[in-house]
Nanobody
Framework: QVHLVESGGGLVQPGGSLTLSCRAS????????VGWFRQAPGKQREVVAC????????HYADSVLGRFPISRDNTKNTVYLQMNSLKPEDTAVYYC??????????????????????WGQGTQVTVSS
């Protein structure tokens, strides 16, 4: 059974850092791309960052480019989102997702969060002083 489990969320002050982890089980994650998404209260879910199966290709939302590097350790079946210089507007529930159809990051998967097949339960990130 496919499972994605996010961890690492919490409360942090503006300017601080957090590292989110997405651990996969039930499948071999090194064969598939993985994405991080977020959803703030009253807003649509949006893509944050995506990484290809090999880790050689990444995509970032403009709002996090340069602040949230995405990486993966395929020996641990885990994808990371290092969140730096956090802002109050980064407050949201963060989800990781995967789709067995893709190894790269096709534009359609970047634009349409709802077509990703498998999702974790989410982890809350709150940026506040």
């Amino acid at each position: 059974q496919v499972h994605l489990v996010e961890s690492g969320g919490g409360l942090v002050q503006p300017g601080g850092s957090l590292t989110l982890s997405c651990r996969a089980s039930g499948f071999i994650s090194r064969y598939v791309a993985v994405g991080w998404f977020r959803q703030a209260p009253g807003k649509q879910r949006e893509v944050v960052a995506c990484i290809s199966s090999s880790g050689g290709s990444t995509h970032y939302a403009d709002s996090v480019l340069g602040r949230f590097p995405i990486s993966r350790d395929n020996t641990k079946n885990t994808v990371y989102l290092q969140m730096n210089s956090l802002k109050p507007e980064d407050t949201a529930v963060y989800y990781c997702a995967t789709d067995f159809e893709i190894r790269t990051i096709p534009p359609q998967w970047v634009r349409n969060w709802h077509i990703w097949d498998y999702w974790g339960q989410g982890t809350q990130v709150t940026v506040s002083s």
